[in-house]
């Protein structure tokens, strides 16, 4: 139903450009600030995937650190939005509950394949196709 399609996919979609934003920042920077390590790997053999792995992981770690902490924070000391805009429509808290729990699940999911696909394909645009880094 548009009810929870339109909400639910305004929520996903805004958290997915945040860890996009978060991890493409992350691996690009970490890209630049250490040139001479990957040159390194790529000199010893590795493929630009496996020099960049590292930064990679760490890019995919920091997109997804926002989510985490707010699902700790989660019921003990926020009502999660979503939530208390169904409390205020006048659904049962079990209810709610159970919605904020699949909708957090789903951000989770999103935020996680958005930060795997953007830093998959963005290292690329560092590496030419002799597999060198470029400056």
Same mark, same amino acid.
């Given at each position: ?10 929520? %996903? ?13 992350? =691996? ?13 790997? %790529? $000199? ?19 997109? %997804? ?12 000391? +926020?009502?999660?939005?979503? $939530? $208390? ?6 659904? $049962? ?15 989770? =999911?999103?935020? =996680? ?5 953007? +830093? ?12 060198? %880094?470029?400056?």
């Amino acid at each position: 139903e548009p009810r929870y399609l339109i909400p639910i996919s305004a929520i %996903l979609l805004v958290n997915a450009m945040n860890a996009a934003a978060v991890a493409g920042e992350r =691996l690009v920077g970490s890209i630049r600030q250490f040139p001479q390590e990957i040159e390194t790997h %790529l $000199s010893l053999g590795a493929m630009p995937q496996q020099a960049i792995c590292q930064y990679r992981r760490d890019a995919i770690r920091t997109a %997804l650190f926002p989510t985490l902490n707010q699902m700790m924070l989660m019921g003990m000391v +926020t009502i999660p939005t979503f $939530s $208390s805009g169904q409390l205020l429509a006048g659904i $049962s808290p079990l209810e709610a509950l159970s919605y904020e729990i699949l909708v957090v699940f789903m951000v989770v =999911l999103v935020n =996680l394949l958005t930060a795997i696909l953007i +830093t998959r394909y963005l290292y690329r645009q560092f590496f030419n196709d002799a597999m060198q %880094l470029l400056k």
